[in-house]
């Protein structure tokens, strides 16, 4: 009479398969994370590049309108600036019919 009972070896997953499994499951798994992190990264500094590139071409823009109004540009000049420098350096001084404009290069206070 044949047993009914499957032999032990059929039996199913061993605990060393299954820890096994267990373990290559979780190092996949962290791979696939490091990979979500770091394309998120990549993603924050791609945002942040065209974001300064947008403000680079706007600032670009402004001083090109501003030397286009300009009848004198004067380089490091600060004398006749329409307001305090506050300690900044002058860099660039247009004389436009409206009054000066000057660039300077500083810490805001």
Request: glycine share 12%.
């Amino acid at each position: 009479m044949a047993s009914s009972r499957p032999s032990p070896k059929s039996a199913g997953f061993s605990l060393v398969e299954l820890l096994v499994a267990a373990c290559l499951g979780l190092l996949v798994w962290g791979v696939v994370l490091q990979a979500l992190v770091a394309d998120g990264r990549q993603v924050d500094r791609l945002v942040r590049q065209l974001r300064e590139r947008g403000l680079q071409k706007r600032v670009l823009a402004l001083l090109r309108d501003d030397l286009l109004r300009a009848q004198r540009v004067d380089f490091a000049h600060g004398a006749g600036a329409a307001c305090g420098l506050g300690g900044r350096d002058p860099v660039l001084q247009l004389q436009t019919p409206a009054g000066p404009i000057t660039y300077t290069v500083g810490s805001v206070t």
